[in-house]
């Protein structure tokens, strides 16, 4: 294909819309195109998929496990070889070029649908060629749509390079056809909740590694695990990264590139759906009907689709000097062995760096900007009242400058002259979260079916709480460019200190209980502190001494933009823990939680003493949740059928009484009297 | 291809010469046949320290070392490489199969492997710079104490330097720019036993740091002096007590003097019909005490053992008196085995003096053989399999492509059409008709021992191995010219280093399931490391599986690169060797399968025999040499 027309994005990266081409050409005539990646000969063999499952069916380890299963549970190795063989089954790839043509034809029609441009780094895609060491290539974008599930795959059919295998969730597989389609394009399922389920496990981890080991064929997978809701990064998940670096440990490779890659959306076609879902309503299933009736999104616009695919990463050289593989030199290496502390800090490190990356290499398109700053308005004057056009584009302006300054990929075409264009261009692609109207720009509450008025005060504060949560998704793609500065701005503000010191212990705090909202490099605090610091101070926001942190009078607009841009999150963990510290019952199961958190949440906000909506997303909920557990003030029980949780009143009103400045910074992980 | 067709059809007695010959060449490749008078074996007293005139003419080692061999290079003074005015290789002098020839694809190999230019000159100087070597500092007491024994002594610049310094690339590269470190003081020549003994009362008695020195070919920095050492330093050198003191024909062994070196020992054992069968490459100039010092490995292990198997009975002088066992015994339990507080020790502890080792009469029959795999991942398949079934031939090695390739460029030139035209019809043969990929293909070196008729049914049995893992018989040439490369290889780093080339050879033992990762990451560790060292042309790093063993292999590195440019080659090659071990360390390869710690490895002994292991050597030496009179600081 040849390189389309350009498109600069902060003039570093050259971004190339792929659709211009496939516009002018047959769509038939890209299915059915000549497929030739360059392989160089001294690259791995190929391996079909039915090496690919002999090999791990007569692996060592796989052979030792099941010996072990059958022991254990006192059934015969055939019977549980059996259970291999169903595993593997319902896990197995089978890629198959035809099939890859016909998604390259679905694809392509409904991408020039959807998108207007689907632009792609081409310095990116030539880095994807094959090398001649032929290490193992490991494509890791993020996931933020079904749309991005094959987006990689067809980028490779198109540009001849090999085409990956994916990891994908089983519910994908249950599709009916597409699962199969999805299989023949290089999927492997994996199942959700895999618990202790020792024979299953073993397979997987055989199966990964042996992908990952006989480097055929590039592996794609979700380290963020699945689609986040939210379009917020999601922390890691490591099960899947400890696998696949393995081979790297054990040195049956030399080296694991790990590919980053950052898909962005205008608009993700799904967003009300998943506004709907984090409010209760429960998901659809992934059925394939499902699908045909979420056709229905294919006569709407949704703007831009940007691929950036980033700087390859070494894991040798990230591990350098960080890990001792001499661990897994005393025991056979097809047998199970736990990695050393060690390289579980390195995968753990190494996982978080790429989500990191993933989210640096995210484009912003200018509306999350807008949509940061119209959340940063109380809900019901921004739905009533509206916020006037100039002071929205006005202030846009002014975060467009610090998100630049924070070093941000801002996809805002032009320069600034043609800003109020591409403001107004943005407006009307979101025209079904927000509308401009007589100057003023207003949220649009969800409309009931038939302009059907809400039946009860709690159902209006639901329909409208749909609108805020599409519009923090919005907010939620820039969030990662704000947050270390915005710690720093709530740490001042709430402990009203100018301590250095001081200020980094509650950064650090803050840290620890939205270490689940917000992804941080665990172990990493004080460089994410200093370059909280160093941002700021850039900015001309603060000033740095030795001893003392003070925020300029240029600075205040700054600061307070910062700290409220995280008032969401505060005001929506005060609410879980002022439920947790209130409730009658010291064990709950999640369920309940959240349904009684959203109760709470929903006549606070009716009495008008909750200004977010946000504290209804079960999302905010959970991780809330989730960083109780990790600060130890919850801890999980876990009863034959269900999971319940046990909270430690004293230790949560303890957190939530730092949180809010009432008293000061204690140590929280290891609070001996909150264990009594 | 099917092995070779005329050596097959040859008749017996023609085999056997030819048999006779290579065994020559192994074992014997460099000195005129001897006096035969000389081949005096039976038990003798030791002689007086005078020896008769001409008597170390009959040996390899003469007490003047500098006589015959290069001072700051590999082997005989008479033999070397060099690009010859039309610019074509050529071995010098007499002594090798190889002597005389003229090799016409080394130069474009070279060239083309290293970017090198046979041009490009950097010569060695011919002698030590003035003032280089430091006059000795002689402890008075201690000298006339050995003036009174009459044990010969000599503190010689030239024998100094001689004995300061082994084959490691820093080693060669500072003697060839004519740089010389802290060197002996003194060099004495002990005739027997007796001798040992009275010069390490000596030195214990006047505090002087021995170090013993026997064919001086280490490659682990343990003949360096240490430079914090403050004591006169004597180098004993045990060349002279070369002789074979008895050989007991019911028991198969032989009570030999620990300086003899190894071609001495195939030959004088050869003369009476025996031989030891213990071949390490360096066998022309390592001594039999050197192997028990070091836990040293021949080639033909796996027919005859490793040091350690070899060995009976051991007479060891420590500073606390004379270690050996009470009998000859061929295995006893007694506790720890005493011999392997000696073997291994490096010289730390004392001077091995007499060895009783095994032997086993010359094996009536040799054949050399060898096998192409389609890739190096087969052939090491192969070779497992070989062990697997216990049935590994004398010696079978397996070189990767690259080696091969190497292999190819040492080729001599042909002498006839037919020979050429039978060469390039093979190669049609492999790449063409078998589709073996010429970038990829590797092959495996056969040597088998024994009885005729054994020998052709071990021979069928390893091919029958081998052709089920795509192998193809290859020939007997190719085979001998895999074992011969082995020899002149030391040579061929002098000429590398003609021209700006410099390398080393390193081994490791690892587990067989690991034997290919451990090649393929070493390999690149060595191309990865060299680039971001500055090395402008991709380095020669190639890999060969040497020994195979029940439960994993010994594995031999060659790592050679082009030093222009460069303003510390040696620097650079050490930081280069020092990654290499870190990759194998990581990959589950041991520190040494035979060279040795020496200085060079010792950094790595705490992680590789645990602390308390580390305690427990420590402990012996604190034992028997509390004054650290062998105080050469290898291993500890």
Known sequence: ?676 | MASDGSSNSSSIPDRQQIARQRLRIIAGHLQKPLDPSDGDISARECSAPDKQPGDTTTKSVPRRRQEVMKWNGWGYSDSRFHFNKKGQAEFTGKRYKLSGMIMPSLKEWFEGTFGANVQHKSFASAVPSPGAVKPPALNQAFVEGVQSTGVPFSSDAEDRVFRGHGHCLHEIFALREGRVGRVPDMVVWPNCHDDVVKIVELACKHNVCLIPYGGGTSVSSALECPLEETRSIVSLDTSQMNRILWIDEKNLTAHVEAGIVGQDLERLLGESGYCTGHEPDSMEFSSLGGWVATRASGMKKNIYGNIEDLLVHVRMVTPKGVMEKSCLVPRMSCGPDIHHFILGSEGTLGVVTEVTIKIRPVPEYQKYGSVVFPNFDMGVACLREVAKQRCAPASIRLVDNEQFQFGHALKPQVSSMFTSFLEGLKKFYITKFKGFDPQHLCVATLLFEGDREKVLQHEKQVYDIAAKFGGLAAGEDNGQRGYMLTFVIAYLRDLGMDHFVIGESFETSVPWDRVLDICRNVKERITRECKDKGVQFTPFSTCRVTQTYDAGACVYFYFAFNSRGLSDPVHVYEQVEHAARQEILANGGSLSHHHGVGKLRKAWMRETVSEVGLGMLRSVKEYVDPENIFGNGNLL
């Not at chain 1, 480097?215 to 990264?241: I, Q």
């Not at chain 1, 302006?397 to 800003?419: D, K, M, V």
């Not at chain 1, 509308?435 to 207003?442: E, K």
């Open chain 1, 1 to 676: 294909m040849s390189t389309p027309q350009r498109d600069s994005v902060n003039d570093e990266e050259e971004f190339a819309d792929i659709l211009e081409d496939l516009r002018r050409s047959w769509d038939l005539g890209h299915a059915l195109r000549t497929f030739k990646p360059s392989v160089p000969d001294t690259g791995p063999p190929p391996c079909s998929a039915a090496e690919l499952t002999a090999a791990v069916r007569t692996s060592q380890h796989l052979r030792y496990i099941t010996k072990e299963v059958a022991v254990e549970t006192g059934s015969t190795v055939e019977a549980v070889e059996q259970q291999v063989e169903v595993i593997l089954g319902e896990m197995s790839q089978n890629l198959q070029m035809s099939s890859i043509r016909l998604l390259g034809y679905g694809l392509n029609k409904a991408m020039k649908r959807l998108f207007t441009r689907v632009n792609v780094n081409m310095d990116g895609l030539q880095r994807l060629q094959p090398t001649a060491q032929g290490y193992p290539v490991i494509l890791m974008p993020n996931h933020r749509s079904y749309m991005d599930f094959l987006i990689i795959s067809f980028l490779s059919f198109t540009y001849d390079l090999p085409i990956p295998v994916i990891a994908a969730g089983t519910p994908l597989s249950k599709m009916k056809l597409m699962g199969e389609i999805f299989r023949r394009c290089g999927a492997f399922y994996i199942r959700r909740g895999i618990g202790s389920d020792k024979l299953y496990w073993a397979v997987l981890s055989e199966y990964v590694k042996t992908i990952v080991r006989r480097a055929y064929a590039p592996l794609e997978f979700y380290v963020e695990g699945l689609r986040s809701r939210t379009l917020k990064a999601l922390p890691p998940k490591l099960g899947m990264m400890h696998m696949v670096l393995e081979p790297f440990f054990k040195g049956e490779v030399y080296d694991i590139t790990l590919v980053p890659i950052s898909i962005s959306y205008d608009r993700v076609v799904e967003e009300s759906l998943l506004a709907h879902e984090l409010l209760g309503v429960p998901k659809p299933r992934e059925t394939t009907r499902g699908l045909l009736k979420a056709s229905s999104v294919l006569w709407e616009n949704y703007g831009s689709m940007h691929v950036n695919i980033g700087q390859a990463l070494s894991v040798r050289a990230m591990c350098q000097g960080k890990i001792d593989r001499n661990h897994y030199n005393r025991v056979p290496r097809d047998l199970p062995q736990k990695p050393g502390e060690d390289m579980q800090a390195c995968v753990s490190l190494l996982a978080h760096r790429v989500v990191r990356d993933q989210e640096q290499g995210a484009v912003l398109s200018p509306w999350s900007l807008m949509a940061t700053v119209l959340l940063q308005s109380p809900v019901p004057s921004l739905v009533q009242e509206g916020l006037p056009w100039g002071a929205l584009a006005q202030r846009t302006l002014w975060l467009r400058g610090h998100a630049l300054a924070f070093g941000a990929r801002l996809n805002w075409p032009g320069g600034t002259r043609e800003s109020d264009e591409v403001m107004s261009s943005n407006m009307s692609l979101h025209h079904s979260v927000a509308r401009r109207r007589g100057g003023r720009v207003f949220l649009l509450e969800e409309e009931g079916f038939a302009g059907r008025q809400p039946t009860s005060a709690e159902e209006g504060v639901a329909w409208r709480a749909v609108a805020v949560l599409m519009m923090a998704s919005h907010r939620n793609q820039a969030l990662h460019v704000f947050a270390r500065p915005a710690m720093l701005a709530v740490a001042m503000h709430v402990t009203a200190s100018r301590q250095r010191r001081e200020l980094q212990a509650f950064f650090v705090f803050l840290l620890d209980v939205f270490s689940v909202e917000i992804v941080f490099t665990p172990g990493q605090s004080s460089q994410d502190f200093e370059e909280a610091c160093s941002l700021l101070g850039k900015a001309g926001a603060i000033q740095c001494c030795q001893e003392e942190i003070s925020v300029t009078d240029a600075g205040q607009q700054t600061m307070t933009f910062l700290k409220t841009l995280l008032q969401p999150f505060m005001d929506s963990y005060q609410v879980v823990f002022s439920h947790l510290c209130e409730a009658g019952d010291n064990t709950f199961s999640e369920k309940q939680f959240v349904t009684s958190v959203r109760k709470l949440a929903t006549s606070l906000i009716l009495s008008g003493e909750l200004q977010t909506y946000e504290a209804l997303s079960s999302d905010t909920q959970s991780n809330a949740l989730s960083s109780l557990l990790r600060l130890e003030a919850v801890t999980k029980l876990r009863t034959a059928e269900r999971t319940e949780y046990s909270v430690n009143k004293s230790s949560v009103q303890r957190i939530a009484d730092m949180l809010c400045g009432k008293i000061p910074l204690q140590s929280v992980q290891t609070a001996p009297d909150s264990r009594l």
